[in-house]
């Protein structure tokens, strides 16, 4: 345990309780290129960017042997919780770029994707953007979809409060009976949606 982790235990983070000279040195420790200490280096960003309080965060930043935007992109992997998992550590690849791309999946699919052999230790950039580019137009398409079914569903409802069903509907059209079942139907879709 270093020096620096001893004083702390224990200890509630507080902002400007550190220099960035202090928090820059902490996060530096961390810094050494496998899995464990990428995760390990973002998660000391995180609190080194609350300890150094506002204002001080630049500073910090400029002792460091990497780049705001890089520390931003560590910081990202530490959070997402499959990349930070230890048991996925040995499966997941030693580049911090590599993982940040990861860090673009969603929480749950990077341990589908070791479980089918798409994410290795071996896994580069161009693989992980790849997933990461379907996963953000399947995304986009769901969002898409949704959209569509909103504008649909609130033109039908303003459809539906000025119009009256018309007396007589012919066999070949649907009946008040069965319209009143889809919309019920559609009411319970979106009510499991609102419990899931």
């Known amino acids: ?16 309780e550190w220099t960035p000279e202090q928090a820059s040195a902490w996060v530096v420790e961390a810094w050494q290129g496998a899995v464990e200490s990428i995760v390990e280096t973002g998660r000391r960003l995180a609190e080194a960017k609350i300890r150094v309080g506002h204002g001080n965060w630049l500073p910090t930043v400029d002792l460091l042997p990497f780049s705001e935007q890089t520390a931003r992109y560590l910081m990202q992997i530490a959070k997402h919780p499959d990349l930070s998992n230890r048991q996925h550590a040995g499966d997941l690849p030693a580049s911090w ?5 990861l860090a673009q999946l969603p929480p749950g699919e ?10 290795t230790a071996e896994t580069d950039r161009a693989a992980a953007q790849q997933m990461a580019s379907v996963y953000q137009a399947a995304k986009q398409e769901a969002l898409n979809a949704w ?6 569903l ?7 409060k000025t119009w009256t069903p018309p007396a007589g509907i ?5 009946d008040v009976s069965e319209f009143i079942e889809r919309l019920t139907a559609l009411l319970e879709i979106a009510q499991k949606w609102s419990t899931e």
């Open 147 to 152: 959209s569509s079914a909103v504008d649909g």
């Open 97 to 101: 770029y590599t993982l940040a791309v």
């Open 1 to 16: 345990m270093t020096e620096i982790q001893e004083l702390l235990e224990g200890r509630v983070m507080r902002p400007d």
């Open 170 to 174: 012919p066999d070949s059209h649907v």
């Open 110 to 119: 990077i341990p589908k994707r070791i479980e089918t052999h798409e994410i």
């Open 154 to 160: 609130t033109s039908a409802l303003s459809y539906a």
